[in-house]
């Protein structure tokens, strides 16, 4: 499957944005997604995933309470949605596509390419 990632930008703090991930190649719905991002210097670490029939979702407790993932199959979409951003939350956010949800990189096989999000204080 292909991931396309959209959506990220230059926000202000306490702003709010929504990603978009556009799925292509494969049935969508056969795969838990998530969304793990990467600031400049440091590791990719996960923020968020839900199960393909969107009956679970887990947020890192970085963004618990401001970002909500949810996914249209009906348009092979993913999308994240976070609002009171922080400058801390800036940083290239990728879309992932695995036989599971999981916290774990290592368990997706696809990723999109990442749309950076900057969030200036």
């Known amino acids: 499957v292909q991931l396309q990632a959209s959506g990220g930008g230059l926000v202000q703090a306490g702003g709010s944005l929504r990603l978009s991930c556009a799925a292509s190649?494969?049935?969508?719905?056969?795969?838990?997604m998530a969304w793990f991002r990467q600031a400049p210097g440091k590791e990719r670490e996960f923020v968020a995933d839900?199960?393909?029939?969107?009956?679970?979702?887990y947020y890192a407790d970085s963004v618990r309470g401001r970002a909500t993932i949810s996914r249209d199959n009906a348009k092979n979409a993913l999308y994240l949605h976070m609002n009171t951003l922080k400058p801390e939350d800036t940083a290239v956010y990728y879309c992932?596509?695995?036989?599971?949800?999981?916290?774990?990189?290592?368990?997706?096989?696809?990723w999109g390419q990442g749309t950076l999000v900057t969030v200036s204080s």
């Open positions: 839900i199960t393909w029939a969107s009956d679970f979702t």
């Open positions: 992932a596509a695995g036989p599971v949800a999981s916290v774990t990189p290592g368990a997706y096989n696809y």
């Open positions: 190649g494969r049935t969508f719905s056969d795969y838990g």
